[in-house]
Nanobody, 114 residues
């Protein structure tokens, strides 16, 4: 069983920055890919970014060049730095961790005002 604790997020103005982080208590399980998804009101959950244990990253086109995902394998923690925020980035951001199965964080709100 993997337990996830998310932190960060909050409110920012357009053009500003926010960050979120997610720490996983792996309990001896091996964690492979870590990532972030988001869900805006009335929309489906969508991929934001993922990062493999070896550091290979994948970004949604909508966030490329603005968001940076990183991880600390020793701490089983994944980070998402969000710059040049836009109102359309407003959503609940969910941490996603893959081990023997897939785990989701509780979600953290990111709100960007225009």
């Amino acid at each position: 069983q993997v337990q996830l604790v998310e932190s960060g997020g909050g409110l920012a103005q357009a053009g500003g920055s926010l960050s979120v982080s997610c720490s996983a208590s792996a309990n001896g399980l091996s964690i492979t890919t870590m990532g972030w998804y988001r869900q805006a009101p009335g929309k489906q959950r969508e991929l934001v970014a993922t990062i493999t244990r070896g550091g290979i990253t994948n970004y949604a086109d909508s966030v490329k060049g603005r968001f940076t995902i990183s991880r600390d394998n020793a701490k089983n923690t994944v980070y998402l730095q969000m710059n040049s925020l836009k109102p359309e980035d407003t959503a609940v951001y969910y941490c996603n961790v893959k081990s023997l199965t897939t785990y989701w964080g509780q979600g953290t709100q990111v709100t960007v005002s225009s």
